[in-house]
């Protein structure tokens, strides 16, 4: 078990799947490279772009017919990536490059698998190294790699399902979040069924969750303040919107509430009546689960008064 007073430190884990239509030009781009050609747009200025543009910098107008791009090319600049992350191209150390293929202006970024740092330079001539299966993504170039590097045996597997004009990329950021001080002091207290916030020793407010500092004075807060588990709320919105992983059937509240005594909202559920129910001044309490405070539900009491609360709106 931490010392009581050390911030607590937890392991975060967000994930996600970014889905994005491609338009005619990149749905284009990407259904040849499932066929292992490579697309790029020649300009208004007659210079030609690969990967190809969706609109003219110079014009604004979409490209007109597609022209066929490299396969080889040449490195332009690169970065050592010496500890490749999860999901990256290659399992082993490679080398981010912008490539410019042969007949193109611009340069391409990808990666190139030169097995050694020492191995890559700017003018270096490279290939692409082809997906066993392609699926119509950028990946189905799985890297680049140097020319004269003995060739491996051409891919000939059939295309994955392909979808049509659409991008899947998944989305993964994992980190650790370490709790500040006064974060670390409401979260413990939280575990006891307490709810702490602080006061700023110079105008007096009081803020939960304590923020460490009064963003009005600029100054330390340090002054522990325990708070009731009663409130008013001061806003609200209905969420209809379903997601994945939501806890919650829309519709519900999700609410701005001033516990008694705080000079700050925070935001928390409002359960326990219909949605259409919830209103400015609605006097709340806390139910609490097994993190904290699950919610909050109509304490049955008269409405706040409106000034009472409209400092904080
Ligand atoms: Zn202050």
């Not at 340090?222 to 409130?231: A, D, K, M, R, Y």
């Not at 699950?294 to 000034?307: C, K, Q, R, T, V």
């Amino acid at each position: 078990m931490s010392h009581p007073t050390a911030p607590l430190r937890a392991p975060l884990d967000i994930e996600f799947d970014y889905t994005r239509s491609l338009g005619p030009v990149l749905s284009q781009f990407m259904a040849a490279l499932a066929e292992r050609r490579i697309l790029g747009a020649r300009g208004a200025d007659g210079r030609v772009h690969a990967p190809p543009f969706e609109y003219d910098p110079v014009t604004a107008e979409p490209p007109g017919n597609l022209v066929p791009v490299g396969p080889e090319g040449t490195v332009v600049s690169w970065s050592w990536m010496p500890e490749p992350l999860a999901g990256q191209p290659l399992a082993e150390p490679f080398a981010w490059a912008l490539i410019r293929l042969d007949g193109a202006d611009t340069a391409l970024l990808h990666a190139v698998d030169a097995g050694s740092a020492t191995a890559m330079r700017t003018g270096l001539r490279v290939r692409p190294r082809w997906a066993e299966r392609p699926a119509g993504s950028i990946r189905d170039i799985a890297c680049f790699e140097p020319c004269d590097a003995p060739a491996g045996a051409a891919p000939d597997g059939e295309p994955r399902e392909v979808t049509p004009g659409m991008t899947i990329t998944p989305v993964r950021l994992h980190y650790m979040h370490t709790a500040s001080p006064g974060e670390t002091a409401y979260l413990r207290g939280l575990a006891e069924r307490r709810i702490l916030g602080q006061r700023c020793g110079v105008c007096g407010q009081v803020y939960v969750p304590p923020r460490g500092t009064c963003p009005a004075d600029g100054v330390p807060t340090s002054e522990e303040v325990e708070l009731p588990e009663s409130g008013t709320v001061t806003t609200f919105c209905i969420v209809n919107v379903g997601y994945p992983g939501q806890r919650v059937t829309p519709p519900y509240v999700a609410a701005a509430v001033l516990l008694d005594g705080a000079d700050i909202a925070f935001q928390h559920l409002v359960l326990g009546c219909d949605p259409g129910e919830v209103r400015m001044g609605m006097r709340v309490r806390a139910v609490w689960g097994e993190d904290g405070v699950s919610h909050f539900e109509p304490a049955g009491e008269p409405d706040a008064l409106y000034e009472t609360y409209a400092r904080c709106l």
